[in-house]
């Protein structure tokens, strides 16, 4: 588990914060007059009060587990959760029908840099803030979309002299077309100038074929995208969603880092969990795993729209935990009728814990006051962590648990779950590293594990040797005889080698609605939100399972990601904690556990503030609609609108109390179909749920 703009900001006409539908473009008095107006068309949001420098932010590939800080989001009720959110709402003032100009710069670093050839194609020396770029490949800067009216020019300054000749830098715009300046030999400075009336993508340095050289080092001082009107404060770029107003349903959260994946079905619904890689990133520079002491909860019943429950306060329930990484969940029916749900969980290296709950999202509980098994134990000690859990429940009703590093081993659990029923005992995992996890398919017990970066030759387990850090099978009968087991192949290679940053490797394989999924993590969302840590977050894709053989077939990792397997009802009351994507959405816990409401916010900790919310619902199927129905709280509004992010409004709702009450809006006309639904949020406002009536 561990280890490893245009900001196009325009002012526009607000459609309706009164109780209305349709394209009514009257504004409610209530709203607060002391915020700009940014309106960022495509999937970046305005941003307003920049930051004057950027530090680099550098990766770490190893970790030295050590004490955590304990670090947990306050939970309060709903009727006492606080109204001071970001002042991001739409001033009276300032609605003009005019383009707004963006009064800050954007900063770029060599740590922002996409490196090319699945990371080879460059390499960062952010000691010395220099970049080497090898001849053909193409290293860029992702630029979020800008606008070239706003955004009109790039200022790049080097460090020490360019020494190299036929070397340029390349503008691209979304329609493909290119601007390029080549840096001559001996430049200290360049200025290229954006084409007027484009969308900027993104920028690259480039080594001719012609130079000498097959790289070129270049030591950069500072590098700035110009705004036009700027007024000479410099911040970074606006985060964006990978996923909004695209067909890609990866990430499962495009809000939220999170990892290592685990999955359990109740009542018909979906729910995982996983690492919150978030809590590391809010308090630390990069991924080093030691501050994490939360666990991430989400859930679905359409595999697209995921319902966010925000944390499991591991910390809290289990206050002699050093660290909470790399669940495994798994439930079993009680003798009164109830569910009881076991969470296993990495406490930092050295052992596995336990919590329990009656409900998937809790609360949850403590049994022990330690670890269920530790690097103390006579029979593993020595062997390595003893981390990463993965446990199953058999058809006999046996619960079943896997953990290790560099060795995996087994052992039955008692029927209270949190006790073992004997010694570990050896698994077959040559290579090991790390990301245990165990299934139960047609009688036979299933483990997975990730395998290490080294050479796997010789390879004696028949088949091919798998590749570094990749996943690999067992089955067997018997799971408690080492000699039992049979090598069933290398089922998901690591990201790198299908065309994402290379990375540790972790997957959960799980059936739901008689479909075969693979959960797994990549660092896919950093360049969304700005990072460059080795945070990662949660995907899933389809996977082939021969169920009567006990084959697993090679799954890749996709962007697109899987199809919703059925439609959403907007009649029924939807949480405004479940979208397909976001942005510009930060999530508040309520008293209740797994329930959040919906506020205006960003998930970068050091990023600029978004004007506005947007919450993106697919699959939403209508039949009529003529009011809808929010339960909302404090001074803002929430518009609805149907297929496109920037349509004309279906319904606005305007919110000026401080208790929570369900405001109604009547609806035009709705086409009967299948649409998406797009949540407008501004202002102050807490939106909790929404719903449709005939």
Request: aromatic share 10%; glycine share 8%; charged share 20%.
């Amino acid at each position: 588990m561990k280890k490893k703009i245009l900001l196009a900001v325009t002012l526009v006409t607000v459609s309706s914060m009164l109780m209305s539908c349709g394209d009514d473009d009257s504004v409610s008095k209530d709203l607060d007059e002391d915020a700009p107006i940014l309106d960022i068309p495509g999937d970046s949001l305005g941003q307003e009060n920049p930051e004057d420098s950027l530090d680099p932010v550098l990766p770490k590939d190893t970790v030295d587990p050590v004490l955590p800080k304990d670090t947990v989001n306050p939970v309060q009720s709903r009727d006492s959760l606080s109204q001071e959110l970001p002042k991001d709402s739409l001033s009276n003032d300032e609605i003009k029908d005019e383009v707004a100009v963006a009064k800050f710069d954007i900063a770029l670093s060599i740590e922002d840099i996409i490196v090319d050839w699945y990371g080879g194609g460059g390499e960062k020396d952010p000691d010395n803030n220099s970049f080497t770029y090898k001849q053909y490949a193409n290293n860029y800067w992702d630029i979020h979309d800008l606008n070239t009216d706003v955004y009109t020019k790039v200022e790049i300054n080097f460090a020490k002299a360019v020494a190299y000749d036929n070397i340029d830098v390349i503008a691209t715009y979304s329609d493909e077309a290119k601007t390029t300046e080549r840096i001559p030999s001996g430049a200290t400075s360049l200025v290229l100038s954006f084409e007027p009336g484009k969308t900027l993508v993104s920028l690259a340095l480039v080594v001719s074929p012609d130079t000498p050289s097959d790289a070129a080092t270049i030591s950069f001082g500072k590098i700035i995208i110009r705004a036009k009107d700027s007024d000479g404060t410099v911040g970074k770029m606006p985060v964006k969603s990978p996923k909004l107003g695209l067909d890609n349903a990866n990430p499962i959260l495009d809000f939220q880092y999170c990892a290592d994946p685990t999955a359990i079905e109740y009542k018909g619904r979906l729910y995982v969990y996983g690492t919150n890689d978030h809590q590391q990133y809010e308090e630390g520079v990069s991924n080093t795993y030691e501050k994490i002491k939360t666990l991430v909860m989400m859930s679905t019943d359409d595999m697209v729209n995921w319902t966010y429950h925000g944390l499991i306060p591991v910390g809290e329930v289990a206050p002699w935990i050093m660290a909470s990484w790399a669940p495994s969940i798994i439930s079993k029916e009680q003798g009164d009728g109830s569910t009881l749900f076991s969470l296993y969980f990495s406490n930092s290296g050295f052992g596995t814990g336990v919590i329990q709950a009656k409900s998937p999202v809790g609360p949850w509980t403590s049994p022990l006051s330690k670890s269920l098994i530790d690097g103390d134990n006579p029979v593993v000690k020595g062997s390595g962590s003893i981390f990463d859990p993965g446990a199953v429940i058999d058809d006999n009703g046996d619960g079943w648990i896997s953990f290790g590093n560099g060795q995996g081993w087994i052992a039955k659990l008692n029927p209270d779950l949190h006790s073992l029923d004997g010694d570990p005992v050896k698994l077959p995992s040559p290579f090991h590293f790390e990301a245990n996890e165990l299934n139960y398919i047609n009688g036979k017990y299933v483990y997975t594990f990730n395998n290490d970066w080294n050479d796997h030759t010789p390879w004696e387990w028949g088949g091919e040797a798998p590749t570094a850090c990749s996943m690999n099978y067992f089955t067997s009968t018997e799971p408690l005889n080492p000699d039992s087991w049979t090598y069933g192949g290398n089922y998901f290679k690591n990201m790198g080698e299908n065309g994402m940053t290379y990375g540790n490797n972790h997957t959960h394989l799980h059936k739901y609605q008689d479909k075969w999924y693979i959960f797994y993590q990549a660092a896919i969302l950093e360049a969304s939100i700005g990072s460059h840590g080795g945070f990662r977050s949660i995907l899933v894709d389809e996977i082939e399972v021969d169920e009567a053989n006990v084959v697993i077939k090679e799954a890749k990792p996709t962007y697109k990601g899987v199809k919703a397997i059925k439609n959403l009802d907007p009649y029924s009351v939807q949480q405004a904690s479940t979208a397909a994507a976001t942005l510009g959405i930060r999530y508040v816990p309520t008293e209740e556990p797994g329930h959040m409401v919906a506020s205006v916010g960003t998930p970068s900790k050091d990023g600029p503030a978004p004007t506005e919310g947007v919450i993106e619902v697919r699959n939403v199927y209508f039949s009529s609609a003529k009011t809808l129905k929010a339960l909302v709280k404090g001074k803002g509004s929430v518009t609805l609108r149907l297929d496109k992010r920037d349509g004309a409004n279906v319904a606005s709702i305007n919110s000026a109390g401080s208790d929570w009450q369900e405001q109604e809006a009547k609806c035009g006309n709705i086409s009967s179909g299948v649409h998406t639904v797009y949540l407008i949020i501004k202002g102050d406002v807490l939106f909790d749920t929404w719903q449709f009536a005939n």
